[in-house]
C-alpha cells in the first residue's frame, strides 16, 4: 500500500508559476507509475500527466503540453508537476495517483490497484 500527499497549491495570478510535489510513504515509490489528474468544481476528474516509474517515459495531455513539465526524484520518493504559464482554466484540485509498475496516459492499469492522494488547490486568477 502506498500513501500520498500532494503539496504546493496555491493562489495566483495568470501567467505565474507553480510547482506541485507528491511525496509517498510505504513503499518504493520507485516501483510506480505516477499520474497527475485534475478536477474543477461541477466537472468530472480529467487527466493531466504520467510519469513512468524510472522517470525514462512521460506522457502529457494536450492542454497542458509546453507549459507543465512532470518529474519524480525517486531518491526521495517524491513526484512533482511544474505547471507555467497558468491559466484560469487550470483552477482545480490537482491530485497524484500511482499505479505498480502501471501504463502511462488517462487510462489507468485495470489489473492493479491505484493509490490516490487527497489532493492540493490549485486557483488561477484571471
Known amino acids: 500500500q502506498v500513501q500520498l500527499v500532494e503539496s504546493g497549491g496555491g493562489l495566483v495570478q495568470a501567467g505565474d508559476s507553480l510547482r506541485l510535489s507528491c511525496a509517498a510513504a510505504?513503499?518504493?515509490?520507485?516501483?510506480?507509475?505516477m499520474h497527475w489528474f485534475r478536477q474543477a468544481p461541477g466537472k468530472e476528474r480529467e487527466f493531466v500527466s504520467s510519469i513512468s516509474y524510472n522517470g525514462y517515459s512521460t506522457y502529457y495531455v494536450d492542454f497542458v503540453k509546453g507549459r507543465f513539465t512532470i518529474s519524480r526524484d525517486n531518491a526521495k520518493n517524491t513526484g512533482y508537476l511544474q505547471m507555467n504559464s497558468l491559466k484560469p482554466e487550470d483552477t482545480a484540485v490537482y491530485y497524484c495517483a500511482v499505479v505498480f509498475v502501471g501504463r502511462l496516459g488517462p487510462h489507468l492499469s485495470p489489473n492493479e490497484p491505484v493509490y490516490w492522494g487527497l489532493g492540493t488547490q490549485v486557483t488561477v486568477s484571471s
Open positions: 510505504g513503499r518504493a515509490f520507485s516501483t510506480y507509475t
